[in-house]
């Protein structure tokens, strides 16, 4: 697809980070957007910002929708045919969070929530919206995994199971479908997204997708379980998250999150032009950002070590 004007766009996750960014660079060049998320606010400031750039007659529309859950999913199908008609020609399906890191200690609900987004939220997207772009004239499919779609770690101590599969499933089923919609419906193509670190909120938002209590105002038992988790994954660093105080511990979560959006190697709004030039190009994995084209490269040459506590430190040439 070389053009997006006048085409109707689906992007689950427009609140904040690249969601927000796909719609803003999207309405720019006149396509018509439907977003979805949990948390309405954000939603409500991307549609603001995509309305002042994008050109008159653009239709710009929110829906208040949980990917996870399947007849959320399919009310928002439902929206989308009443505003913007029966035809839809752009799905991302970009929604998710992170949470359930460890499958042996973290909560199985927590664990099966960040599964139900990163993983369900997919499916339920391309359940509820493909036939509506198989139906148009000229289709793609985009599906954001992750660089933990082929490497299911964030560090040889810090486990990262929920979303690692849930991306790994991400990344297996956009594969397969190519070769489906070659034979089903060639007019539609399909990208699987895999960013490194991109500056958005996903930390800090999270928590509140998960229902948690935000980390500055965590309860007294709480900061006790969330100092063990850290101590847990310090390594040489233990002694002093030890003598920190309660407040120290959850400024330093906060801090973590805030730099997380602040200080990485590639903005939201790169992230999404990358993107939308991978649908451009019709290329089906898209790698966003120097540390996932590192990574992916890593990865491939050494699999054995993918895991060891050294292969960790790499550096990107
Ligand atoms: N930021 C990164 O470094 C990075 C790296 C690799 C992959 N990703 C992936 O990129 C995608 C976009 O994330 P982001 O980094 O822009 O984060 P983000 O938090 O800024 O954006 C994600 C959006 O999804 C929404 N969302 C979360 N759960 C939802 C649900 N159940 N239903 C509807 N909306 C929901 C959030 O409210 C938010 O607006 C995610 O799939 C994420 O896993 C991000």
């Not at 309305?51 to 007849?71: F, L, M, N």
């Not at 987004?117 to 954001?144: D, K, Q």
């Not at 007294?220 to 002694?239: C, I, W, Y």
């Not at 990358?274 to 190009?281: A, K, N, S, T």
Request: proline share 4%; glycine share 10%.
């Amino acid at each position: 697809m070389k053009d997006f004007k006048g085409k109707v766009a689906v992007v689950t996750g427009g609140g904040t980070g690249m969601g927000r960014e796909l719609c803003r660079q999207l309405s720019r060049e006149a396509c018509h957007v439907a977003m979805c998320d949990m948390l309405v606010e954000n939603m409500a400031e991307t549609k603001s910002l995509c309305e002042a750039e994008a050109p008159s007659g653009t239709t710009i529309t929110t829906h208040k929708c949980d990917v996870s859950v399947e007849r959320d999913m399919q009310r928002f199908r439902d929206e989308v045919e009443d505003s913007h008609g029966p035809l839809v020609n752009l799905l991302f399906n970009n929604a998710g969070i992170s949470g359930g890191g460890s499958f042996l200690t973290d909560e199985r609900e927590d664990w099966e929530k960040t599964f139900g987004v990163c993983w369900y939220g997919v499916y339920y997207g391309c359940r509820a919206f493909v036939p509506m772009l198989v139906a148009s004239e000229e289709g793609h499919i985009v599906n954001t995994s992750s660089v933990n779609g082929f490497w299911a770690t964030l560090g040889p101590t810090v486990p990262h199971t929920a979303y690692s599969a849930a991306k790994f499933a991400v990344k297996g089923f956009s594969e397969a479908l190519i070769g489906d919609l070659r034979v089903h419906a060639p007019h539609v193509g399909v990208s699987v997204v895999m960013p490194g670190h991109i500056g958005t909120s996903i930390a800090l938002n999270s928590g509140t997708v998960l229902g948690k209590t935000p980390v500055l105002e965590l309860s007294e038992q709480e900061v006790r379980a969330l100092r063990e988790r850290m101590m847990r994954s310090s390594g040489p660093e233990t002694e002093a998250i030890i003598n920190m105080s309660d407040e120290q511990i959850k400024q330093a979560m906060h801090d973590q999150a805030v730099r997380f959006r602040d200080n990485a190697p590639m903005a939201a709004s790169e992230a999404s032009a990358v993107i939308l030039e991978g649908v451009r190009r019709n290329s089906w994995r898209i790698l966003v950002g120097e540390d996932a084209h590192g990574l992916d490269e890593k990865v491939r040459a050494n699999p054995e070590m993918a895991y060891e506590p050294g292969f960790w430190s790499f550096d990107i040439e």
